[in-house]
T-cell receptor, first 113, second 120 residues
Framework: GQSLEQPSEVTAVEGAIVQINCTYQ??????LSWYQQHDGGAPTFLSY????GLEETGRFSSFLSRSDSYGYLLLQELQMKDSASYFC??????????????FGQGTELSVKP | DTAVSQTPKYLVTQMGNDKSIKCEQN?????MYWYKQDSKKFLKIMFS???????INETVPNRFSPKSPDKAHLNLHINSLELGDSAVYFC???????????????????FGPGTRLTVL
């Protein structure tokens, strides 16, 4: 089967750093994406790791270890507007599948003042 | 200059009815998707089209029928609606050919605003 595990909720204070972990077990693996979704909104792309290592985009960084089937999203200098759900998603490595994404169940991040 | 748009935004209907949701993208992408997000926020792919060809068809009841008249449009028709169909349906798009060539991030898809379907 295919499964992705991430914590259901995380709470942190403004200005802090938070790490959201994701472990996966999938039949194919082409890379790990992270998406943010505010209540009532659409998922929006944050980052993608196709290779092991760290990718940095502003306050957000994402890490992947393919040998450990593990990745994380790191959010620095937290702001109230970062309160949202964060999803990890595995890109299935099936050829000609048009980029099929398998999503985790999401982590609800609450940022407190 | 909306990238991916869906209509309607809200849909309230009775069990047994047939309804359609429309999606359009103006990004010039070659691949479009339908996702279902349930009340627990679990996001699951239903269908994907690449250049109007159906390439992903997950385990979805055949009451759901997608149609892609051209690369920029992907519609979803649902027959004989059931209570369990209540969810938010998201359309998304990506440029698969550029992802394969490395010119676009492979895990990036652009989502529409969603259609909240409520079946009474």
């Amino acid at each position: 089967g295919q499964s992705l595990e991430q914590p259901s909720e995380v709470t942190a204070v403004e200005g802090a750093i938070v790490q959201i972990n994701c472990t996966y077990q999938t039949s194919g693996f082409y890379g790990l994406s992270w998406y943010q979704q505010h209540d009532g909104g659409a998922p929006t792309f944050l980052s993608y790791n196709g290779l092991d290592g760290l990718e940095e985009t502003g306050r957000f960084s994402s890490f992947l270890s393919r040998s450990d089937s593990y990745g994380y999203l790191l959010l620095q200098e937290l702001q109230m507007k970062d309160s949202a759900s964060y999803f990890c998603a595995v890109r299935d490595r099936v050829y000609n599948q048009g980029g099929k994404l398998i999503f985790g169940q999401g982590t609800e991040l609450s940022v407190k003042p | 200059d909306t990238a991916v748009s869906q209509t309607p935004k809200y849909l309230v209907t009775q069990m047994g009815n047939d309804k359609s949701i429309k999606c359009e993208q103006n990004l010039g992408h070659d691949t479009m998707y339908w996702y279902k997000q349930d009340s627990k926020k679990f996001l699951k792919i239903m269908f994907s089209y690449n250049n109007k060809e159906l390439i992903i068809n997950e385990t979805v009841p055949n009451r759901f029928s997608p149609k892609s008249p051209d690369k920029a449009h992907l519609n979803l028709h649902i027959n004989s609606l059931e209570l369990g169909d209540s969810a938010v349906y998201f359309c998304a798009s990506s440029q698969y050919s550029q992802q394969i060539s490395g010119r676009a991030k492979a895990g990036e898809q652009f989502f529409g605003p969603g259609t909240r379907l409520t079946v009474l």
